[in-house]
């Protein structure tokens, strides 16, 4: 059918026809821009549990360290406390030295605890939390309908 000028042509006839509205390829690039944003921020959260790991050894290995130290020293006070106990007949340097033993296993107590505490960042928690699937009950849209 001839198209006259000045009258567009009917709707379906031809490309000229054919509406502009969205497409499947415009809904797909969206999808693939929201996954791309999506996968960033799971690598950004592992990057800086990364580091947040990183920085928890270090502390527990500078605090192994100086356990250790305390634990020797700890170690050589009581066997200088059995000797001047031996030796001497008086108390006051024998019960000097048992402080200090005591005041060292303290403090490697205390530095034993940090260690227990750090190691639980060493596992990405927040990486794992976030993976994990979620349960209906636990989704923002099912918490509306309650």
Not at 2 to 31: C, H, K, M, Y
Not at 124 to 130: G, K, S, V
């Amino acid at each position: 059918m001839p198209v006259e000028p000045g009258n567009p042509p009917p709707a379906g006839d031809g490309i000229a026809g054919r509406s502009t509205g969205p497409g499947i390829f415009d809904g797909a690039s969206d999808l693939v821009h929201e996954l791309r944003g999506v996968a960033h921020d799971y690598l950004t959260l592992a990057a800086l549990e990364t580091k947040r790991a990183g920085l928890s050894l270090v502390v527990m290995i500078a605090a192994g360290v100086m356990m250790a130290i305390l634990l020797v020293s700890a170690w050589l006070g009581i066997v200088a406390a059995g000797v001047v106990g031996m030796i001497a007949a008086g108390m006051a340097a024998w019960a000097a030295l048992l402080i200090a033993v005591v005041a060292n296993i303290v403090v490697a107590a205390a530095l034993y605890g940090l260690i227990r505490y750090k190691r639980r960042y060493l596992a990405y928690p927040a990486t794992l939390r976030n993976l994990a699937p979620r349960r209906a009950a636990e989704t923002p849209q099912a918490e509306g309908l309650h």
